[in-house]
Every structure is written in structure tokens, then in C-alpha cells.
């Protein structure tokens, strides 16, 4: 298990790239496995999902090569059905979130799919009946095999139908639009999901052939086709990243140079920032944070305190949550931070009470954070990382904090970072993997 010794209180200064989108390119490779062609895919990060993702598909047959820096093609033509069934690739999967989205692309294309229980970070209940309830009313049959641990899909021919999902799952919807592009007839989702790594999953598709409308929307019509053909693609930057360099910024009194954010995509995100008090000006496409003193939390406009909560796109994402709690600890003023999609995503404030920040963990969804206006400094402390995001939510408080402090179990940074250490040297910051 790998660490960051971090030493803290050094601001940073300078210019940072966002890498690509992790959540965006997960649902795209997995989309590869829907044509016989090649499909060329631009900007992917060098994140250990994302390699795990594709090593899965090399073995599952896929021919993939590394045409660039960071640009790959997949070429599914001569996929190992045999090697869908064995235990070794059923493991992998579980080992792996992004893999659940599997399932939709080789049903439509296969007529079966086997699946263990996908893994992922472990921040609360995680149920899969969206993805499980709309490709079977596509017609699939569902099968628990209790002996194996794993489910069993299969369906001779989809078939297009209406269905109104549960509720807005990012992978659920991007799971039943790649089942419903190759199925006989039109598919309605109402309240599909319609984050920007859904948006940019319907327009590859599009531009592979399929017939999506409604993208960016709750109402997604699809008609389906009986063929899909190669591609090109370029991921979004990771909008996720974009806020966490935000926030890195604010806590650390740092200026920093946000480049290429793609900010027409970023949402609510810039604005939830600023309502923390952080000044950041869009300059072209970048975002440039100046070094800052101070920041004051608004208040709600009749003098309550702020709620910062998580909601469905164009909602504020639950995955800056982490990282917002972290910045509001250096505040002026409070706020509540209220993580409602999931339910142990929160525990991780313990740490941060004992490097010396003001919360109220009133529940497992609910936490107040009383800012300490940069009077006190966080303490550097002995770490461990939960989960990706109390991950680097706990690499900003180390780096803003007065003296060293380790943090363990970094491959859950290592998730979705890429060479976060390197990067942040390059501007200024102290951490050394070990
Ligand atoms: C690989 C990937 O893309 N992961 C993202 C994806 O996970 P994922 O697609 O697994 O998450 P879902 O959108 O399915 O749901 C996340 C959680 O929120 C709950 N929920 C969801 C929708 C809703 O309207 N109400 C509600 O309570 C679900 O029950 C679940 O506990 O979307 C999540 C929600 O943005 C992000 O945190 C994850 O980073
Ligand atoms: C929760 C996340 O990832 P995953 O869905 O892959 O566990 C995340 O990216 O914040």
C-alpha cells in the first residue's frame, strides 16, 4: 500500500491541466464493444480504473492500441465469448465499477452477458436495480446464479419500449442507452440521468450511427439500428478534477491557471465554488483562481445558514461534496453540507476534527462546518484515504496544514488522479510518494 508524505503550507502558483473525465471515459470504452470497427478515443487519463478497463477489454479479446500520448483505439471485432463466462474475467470485473457498464454493450450485441457485483468506492449502498429493471424491460432475462455469486442476462433480440427509471442513474442510464442503440424499435427513458459523461456517451453513439435524441435532457428517445459503425472521440475534461483544483487553490492561498476547462460543461460547479466566497474569473476557457486571503461563505438571502447539497445534473455533483467540506473548513462563516445520494461518504471528518477543524457530523449525510477563517491552522496528521474523493479532500487539508502529515492507501487517489503528485510539484506543492 502506497503513501503522500505531504509537507503543508506551500502555496501554489502557476498553470494545471485538467486530465480527461474518468467518469466520461468508462462509459465510452465500454460503448467500443457495441461495433466491429475501430473506435479512436482522445484524451484518456492514465488512472488506474481506466488501465484496468482497458487491460479487461484486451483480455476479453479487444484489439487495443496506444496511438498517442493519450489516445487509444479498440477494435472489437474478435471478442472471446468463452472468456466472458470464466471466473477470472467475472473477478476482475467485481474489482472494478466502471465494468457494470459492460453489460448493456454486450447484450445488445452478444445476447448475453454474465456479471459479478461491481466494485467501486465503498461510500454506502450502491443498488443496481436502475441498470438490472431497464434492460429487462428491453427484454432481457435476468438470472441470479447463487452458486457463482452472479447475474445472468440474456436476450435473443431486444426490443425498444418506454420506461421510467426510479431515479437518475449516471451508469444505469448510460447501461440501458447502450442496450436500447442496437435494439428493434424506439426506447423512451424518462428520467435518465444527463451529467456531461451521459451527453458525451449519446453523441459517440450518434456519430457511431445510433438514433439519440433528446441529449442533455431528462427524455431520451432512442430508435434503434442494426448496426454501429467506428469512430472518433475526444473525453471532456474531468470536471471533477477542475473543482478539486478549485478548491486546492482557495485553501492554500493560491493563484493558479485552471487551463482548457471546457467551462460550458462544468454546470453549477464554478458557482457552488464562488457561494463558498472563492473568487475565480472564466478566461476564455480557462479558470484563473487568484491568491486569496480570505473567503466568506454566503448566506442564504434571508440569513440562514448555506446548505451545500448534492442533486442530479445539472445538480451539484455528490463527488465535489468531499472537497467543499474540506475548503468550507477554512472559511469565513458556516455552512451544512448535505451528501444525500450516498450515506458514508461523510465518516471521513473525523480526521479532519483531529487536525483541528470545527464539524458537526450530525448524521451519516449531514455535517456542519464552522470555518476558522484561516486563524488556525489545520495540524498535520496521519492519514488513510477512504474512498477517491475524501482522498484528495484529505490531500487539500494536508497541503494547507502546518507540518507533515502521511496518507495511506493513495490507490484510492491513484483511482481517479493522474500522477497527482507530479502535477502538483510542478506548481509548488511538497508531496513524495512512498
Ligand atoms: C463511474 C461513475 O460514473 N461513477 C459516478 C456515478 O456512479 P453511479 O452511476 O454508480 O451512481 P448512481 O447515479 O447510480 O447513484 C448514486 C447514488 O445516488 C443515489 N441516487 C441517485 C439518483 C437519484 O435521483 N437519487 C439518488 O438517491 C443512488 O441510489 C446511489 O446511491 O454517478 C454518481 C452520482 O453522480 C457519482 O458519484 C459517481 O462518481
Ligand atoms: C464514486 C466515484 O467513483 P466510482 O463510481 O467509480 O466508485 C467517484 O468518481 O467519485
Same mark, same amino acid.
Given at each position: ?18 486530465? !480527461? ?9 465500454? #460503448? ?86 461491481p466494485g467501486g468506492d465503498k461510500i ?32 435473443? +433480440?431486444?426490443? !425498444? ?12 442510464t448510460a447501461n440501458i442507452v447502450m ?102 474569473? +472564466? ?25 451545500? #447539497?448534492? #442533486? ?26 448535505h451528501q444525500k445520494m450516498f450515506e ?73 488522479? +493522474? ?16
Amino acid at each position: 500500500m502506497a503513501s503522500f508524505v505531504i509537507e503543508g503550507g506551500h502555496r501554489l502558483c502557476g498553470e494545471i491541466h485538467p486530465q !480527461g473525465a474518468k467518469n466520461e471515459v468508462l462509459q465510452i470504452i465500454c #460503448a467500443t464493444l457495441l461495433t466491429e470497427e475501430e473506435v479512436t478515443v482522445n484524451n484518456i487519463p492514465d488512472i488506474l480504473d481506466v488501465n484496468n478497463l482497458i487491460q479487461l477489454l484486451r483480455e476479453m479479446g479487444v484489439t487495443v492500441a496506444k496511438k498517442g500520448i493519450d489516445t487509444y483505439s479498440f477494435k472489437a471485432e474478435n471478442v472471446d465469448l468463452a472468456y466472458l463466462e470464466s471466473d477470472e474475467f467475472l473477478k476482475k470485473c467485481s474489482s472494478l465499477r466502471g465494468s457494470v457498464m459492460l453489460i448493456g454493450p454486450m447484450v445488445a450485441r452478444f445476447g448475453k452477458a454474465l456479471i459479478s457485483k461491481p466494485g467501486g468506492d465503498k461510500i454506502g449502498r450502491r443498488r443496481l436495480d436502475t441498470h438490472f429493471v431497464g434492460i429487462q424491460n428491453l427484454g432481457a432475462d435476468f438470472r441470479y446464479d447463487e452458486e457463482r455469486g452472479i447475474y445472468e442476462i440474456t436476450a435473443k +433480440q431486444l426490443r !425498444g419500449n418506454y420506461m421510467l427509471l426510479d431515479e437518475a442513474s449516471v451508469t444505469g442510464t448510460a447501461n440501458i442507452v447502450m442496450a436500447a442503440v442496437l435494439a428493434k424499435g424506439t426506447t423512451t427513458i424518462y428520467n435518465a440521468a444527463c451529467e456531461p459523461y451521459v451527453q458525451q456517451l449519446c453523441r459517440l453513439l450518434n456519430r457511431m450511427g445510433a438514433k439519440i435524441s433528446g441529449i442533455a435532457s431528462n427524455l431520451l428517445t432512442i430508435e434503434g439500428v442494426d448496426k454501429l459503425h467506428g469512430t472518433q472521440h475526444t473525453v471532456l475534461p474531468d470536471m471533477i478534477e477542475v473543482g478539486s483544483f478549485i478548491g486546492m487553490a482557495a485553501m492554500t492561498k493560491s493563484e493558479i491557471t485552471i487551463k482548457n476547462v471546457s467551462y460550458e460543461n462544468l454546470g453549477i460547479i464554478p458557482e457552488s465554488f464562488r457561494r463558498l466566497g472563492i473568487k475565480l474569473e +472564466q478566461r476564455g476557457d480557462d479558470i484563473y483562481v487568484p491568491a486569496q486571503e480570505t473567503y466568506e461563505i454566503e448566506s442564504f438571502i434571508d440569513g440562514s445558514i448555506m446548505t451545500i #447539497a448534492d #442533486a442530479t445534473w445539472p445538480g451539484l455533483t455528490p463527488d465535489l461534496l468531499s472537497v467543499m467540506l474540506v475548503v468550507a473548513t477554512q472559511a469565513k462563516g458556516s455552512v451544512l453540507i448535505h451528501q444525500k445520494m450516498f450515506e458514508s461518504r461523510l465518516f471521513f471528518v473525523d480526521k479532519l476534527i483531529d487536525m483541528g477543524a470545527q464539524i458537526i457530523l450530525c448524521d451519516p449525510h449531514r455535517a456542519v462546518v464552522i470555518g476558522h477563517n484561516h486563524g488556525f491552522k489545520l495540524r498535520g496528521a496521519r492519514l488513510t484515504s477512504p474512498d477517491i474523493r475524501a482522498g484528495i479532500a484529505l490531500l487539500i487539508a494536508a497541503m494547507s496544514a502546518e507540518g507533515t502529515s502521511t496518507i495511506s492507501n493513495i490507490e484510492q487517489i491513484d483511482r481517479g488522479y +493522474q500522477n497527482i503528485e507530479g502535477r502538483l510539484n510542478a506548481i509548488g506543492a511538497r508531496i513524495t510518494r512512498i
